[in-house]
Nanobody, 121 residues
Framework: QVQLVESGGGLVQPGGTLRLSCVAS????????MGWYRQAPGKQRELVAD???????NYADSVKGRFTISRGDAKNTVYLQMNSLKSEDTAAYYC???????????????WGQGTQVTVSS
């Protein structure tokens, strides 16, 4: 089994910063693209940012220039640095990983439990 555990969420004022972390553990043969999604109440889950094993990044237009995604050296850790936070960034943030658990197995999507980010004065 594979587990993804997020940390770093919380309450922050508009204009503030937060850093989310996600660690993938368990039966991991090779992690591929990892990313962050978010879901606000009454809305669909949406991609915030993702990053390939080679470090190629992709961002939602709404967070470009404010958020930065990165990976640890071991490739099973992903971070999201969030600056200049706005009230519309309020959501549950979920870590996602495309992971292969054996040399012959298919890549599968795995999800964390989510961490709440609330931007409010």
């Amino acid at each position: 089994q594979v587990q993804l555990v997020e940390s770093g969420g919380g309450l922050v004022q508009p204009g503030g910063t937060l850093r989310l972390s996600c660690v993938a553990s368990g039966n991991i043969f090779s992690p591929y693209t990892m990313g962050w999604y978010r879901q606000a109440p009454g809305k669909q889950r949406e991609l915030v940012a993702d990053i390939t094993r080679d470090g190629i990044t992709n961002y939602a237009d709404s967070v470009k220039g404010r958020f930065t995604i990165s990976r640890g050296d071991a490739k099973n850790t992903v971070y999201l640095q969030m600056n200049s936070l706005k009230s519309e960034d309020t959501a549950a943030y979920y870590c996602n990983g495309l992971i292969r658990t054996s040399p012959w197995g298919a890549r599968r999507d795995y999800w964390g439990q989510g961490t709440q980010v609330t931007v409010s004065s």
